[in-house]
């Protein structure tokens, strides 16, 4: 028999990721020191919130509000501001109307030029946040804003909470995955410390210690030669843990969203999703890259446990709840895009690697999916043109 060469499918793959954050920076450190002066007549709060802001493993973070950097006595959003000051919802989503569409288009436009994507060749849209709504939406303005086509699919997810990043991105590999020539395009923008609470309750103080402001977005399709530095999207699993309801809760108050985040989280995680993972990993094989939504630092602590992970290989999860804190649904990409600046700097950064990206939410849900580091545009054999002879 002759030998001819046979065309394998290619996979869908992450292209280019861009990000963008806020103008004004947040120290932990100062940010601790003007809460406690807000909460001086309440010790326990006080001690309570010192600690937290400490062991969160939060360094830094971004917030689109200029007001959070005003002292204690004057900020609106702290316990011992001026009370009939206290910013309202209605207040807060306008804030996030005015903030979250220029910190979008930023995050998009990166994307575009790192995916060495044209505005034209993008057929849907996938616009992802929990920490506002407004309409005409954040799909309508990025598409008049980025030159898109009239004509494109708008998919807009909401009030999805951390994991809907990583959902967008599954979503976004099925359409390019069953449809012939699809490009989507993700934008998530999230702008959480517009939610910080005027109030000295625990669950309030545990929010205000580790959300950040920030956007993040991924050009998602099938690779050509022009692109460089690929995820390449693998299988897919999605879990909505038994009993779980109540852990993880956000909901829309007169002063912003509330939320509540249970202590319990990381055991929560630590108790079924081995059992998930083995799902997706039907190999029983582990990856050697993880992209971990870092949702806080138990989080982290909890899986690096469990899988028997390395310093290296939880480290990109790190340094972004680090030097950015929890973004929500933005962050899994910022985690990603670390990543690939740490593959490209090692000693293996011409190699590919295998690899899974897992994020939590609400529910609680835990969404991931299989991924190849690819340095060079060079397919794995589950999407690549190569010759195979008979």
């Not at 292209?15 to 806020?22: F, K, M, N, R, S």
């Not at 309409?135 to 494109?152: C, F, I, K, Q």
């Not at 999703?273 to 630092?297: F, K, M, N, T, Y």
């Not at 933005?330 to 990543?339: E, G, N, P, Q």
């Amino acid at each position: 028999m002759d030998n001819e060469p046979v065309e394998r499918k290619r996979a869908a793959a992450i292209l280019g990721i861009g990000t963008a954050v806020p103008a004004y920076r947040l120290d932990q450190h100062e940010v601790s020191g003007r809460l406690s002066d807000a909460l001086r007549d309440n010790l326990d709060s006080m001690r309570w919130a010192k600690r937290i802001f400490k062991q969160c493993g939060v360094d830094t973070r971004y917030t689109c509000e200029a007001d959070l950097l005003e002292p204690a006595e004057q900020c609106r959003y702290f316990p011992t501001g001026p009370k009939d000051g206290v910013p309202a919802t209605r207040e807060r989503m306008e804030k996030y109307k005015q903030a979250s569409i220029p910190l979008a288009f930023e995050a998009a436009v990166r994307a575009l030029e790192d995916s060495h994507t044209q505005p034209s060749e993008i057929t849907h849209l996938i616009t992802v946040s929990c920490t506002g709504q407004f309409l005409p939406g954040l799909d309508a303005a990025l598409t008049v804003r980025l030159g898109l086509s009239p004509h494109l699919q708008r998919i807009p997810l909401q009030f999805l909470g951390c994991a809907a990043g990583l959902r967008a991105v599954c979503l976004s590999k099925q359409l390019v995955s069953d449809l012939p020539g699809i490009k989507v395009l993700v934008v998530c923008v999230e702008l959480c410390t517009l939610h910080i609470q005027p109030s000295g309750t625990r669950e309030a103080l545990f929010g205000a210690s580790f959300f950040g402001d920030g956007a993040s977005a991924c050009v998602i399709g099938l690779p050509e030669t022009r692109h460089r530095r690929l995820f390449e999207l693998g299988e897919e699993h999605t879990a909505l843990l038994p009993d779980s309801a109540d852990e993880m809760v956000w909901e829309v108050g007169n002063t912003g969203f509330d939320l509540y985040l249970s202590p319990n989280i990381p055991k929560l995680l630590g108790r079924f999703l081995p059992q998930e993972l083995s799902l997706l990993l039907r190999d029983g094989v582990l990856p050697e890259l993880w992209a971990i939504h870092p949702g806080g630092r138990g989080i982290i602590d909890t899986l690096q446990e469990l899988f028997r992970l390395s310093e290296e290989q939880t480290r990109p999860s790190r340094s972004t709840l680090r030097d950015y804190g929890n973004m929500s649904s933005a962050t899994l990409l910022f985690v990603l895009d670390a990543i690939r600046r740490e593959q490209e700097a090692s000693a293996q950064g011409s190699e590919s690697r295998s690899g899974v990206a897992l994020a939590f939410g609400p529910g609680v849900t835990a969404e991931m999916i299989r991924l190849t580091y690819c340095p060079a545009g060079s397919l794995t054999e589950a999407g690549a043109l190569e010759k195979a002879h008979v």
